[in-house]
């Protein structure tokens, strides 16, 4: 399950807190994905980017930023301004979305906030 | 823009047996559909996925069709294992849409000893 890594695999959050969430593909994927997962619910998309210096709000982007400096690297920063952050966050990869759409997902960090 | 329906969201059957799973999009553009399994606490992971230029495909237990007149697609999984105890999500990307995944709700699939 190498190519794409998420970390932590867990963590903790004070309110009022920004936390940032690390995603790492050595890939060589163009685009990338953050998607929140809640229990027994499906996947979400915060924030996309089809390439660096550049990206797009997904369906739920409200209380997230992103940055997209290098190709390999795509972090999440939780914001204070989310008010239910507690979820399963997921990274994903794909090759370059006019070509092969399958996109391939990172462990997960499970984000609680305490 | 698409949007995805995915049923039934929950399905028990019993080991041995086949179980099936249906998904509905609604922009006639989309040309790729993708199945993934999600064991519990893990990531979503490819099991099949299929274009629009085929009508079906197959990989041992598991097969997906497609019907692009009805804009539906199917998992179908035969002769069902404990280990295919999982939520199965299905998908549909199409150029309009920058070709991101639009994805169902999921199904959680119970098998039964």
């Known amino acids: 399950d190498g190519g794409i890594t998420q970390s932590p695999k867990y963590l903790f959050r004070k309110e009022g807190q920004n936390v940032t969430l690390s995603c790492e593909q050595n890939?060589?994927?163009?685009?990338m994905y953050w998607y929140r997962q809640d229990p027994g619910q499906g996947l979400r998309l915060i924030y996309y980017s089809q390439i660096v210096n550049d990206f797009q709000k997904g369906d739920i982007a409200e209380g997230y930023s992103v940055s997209r400096e290098k190709k390999e690297s795509f972090p999440l920063t939780v914001t204070s301004a989310q008010k239910n952050p507690t979820a399963f966050y997921l990274c994903a990869s794909s090759r370059n979305l006019a070509g092969s759409n399958e996109q391939f997902f990172g462990p997960g960090t499970r984000l609680t906030v305490l | 823009g698409e949007n995805v329906e995915q049923h039934p969201s929950t399905l028990s059957v019993q080991e041995g047996d086949s179980a099936v799973i249906k998904c509905t999009y609604s922009d006639s553009a989309s040309n790729y559909f993708p199945w993934y399994k999600q064991e519990l606490g893990k990531r979503p992971q490819l099991i099949i996925d299929i274009r629009s230029n085929v009508g079906e495909k197959k990989d041992q237990r598991i097969a997906v069709t497609l019907n692009k007149t009805a804009k539906h697609f199917s998992l179908h999984i035969t002769e069902t294992q404990p280990e295919d105890s999982a939520v199965y999500f299905c998908a549909a990307s199409n150029p309009d849409s920058n070709y991101q995944l639009i994805w169902g709700a999921g199904t959680k699939l119970i098998i039964k000893p």
């Open positions: 890939l060589n994927h163009d685009a």
